[in-house]
């Protein structure tokens, strides 16, 4: 792989920066609805798990590990979701995705299913705050 690092355009837009991990940028999805983190490998050019090496490959199952942890340790939910999809963007991603029976869009996926629903500013950097926090107390390790 050959370039640059950058993360795309739809995930800059998209999402507010929580931290950068060994491998990924852990980043927060601006939907209000789930809490829900995206890990970007910070390499260039990954469009596909096997793009990246094997042991990059099993530095991020340790930091989707990670981030379901904090996921759980915040928001105690009933299943934490983790995909990688892609279909609207081309880099690869992972969504890890804390989801409740009585979500609204439960037990169905959360894509899709309803319009956007973006943080309120004062929201956002509430949960923003709050991931860091968890984060620096190291609710994330297991």
């Not at 979701?81 to 439960?106: C, E, K, S, Y």
């Amino acid at each position: 792989m050959t370039g640059q690092f950058a993360l795309h355009e739809r995930l800059r837009a998209d999402t507010a920066e929580v931290a950068v991990w060994d491998l990924s940028l852990l980043l927060l999805m601006n939907e209000a609805r789930w809490p829900w983190l995206i890990l970007v490998p910070r390499r260039p050019a990954v469009r596909e798990i096997e793009d990246l090496s094997a042991s990059d490959r099993g530095q991020l199952i340790e930091e989707a590990a990670a981030a379901s942890r904090l996921l759980r340790a915040l928001h105690a939910p009933d299943k934490v979701n983790i995909a990688a999809l892609g279909n609207m963007v081309p880099q690869f991603h992972l969504h890890v995705v804390a989801r409740t029976g009585g979500d609204p869009a439960w037990p169905k996926p959360v894509w899709g299913q309803f319009p956007p629903a973006p943080y309120e500013a004062a929201a956002l950097e509430a949960r923003l705050s709050a991931l860091r926090q968890a984060l620096a107390e190291g609710r994330h390790r297991g």
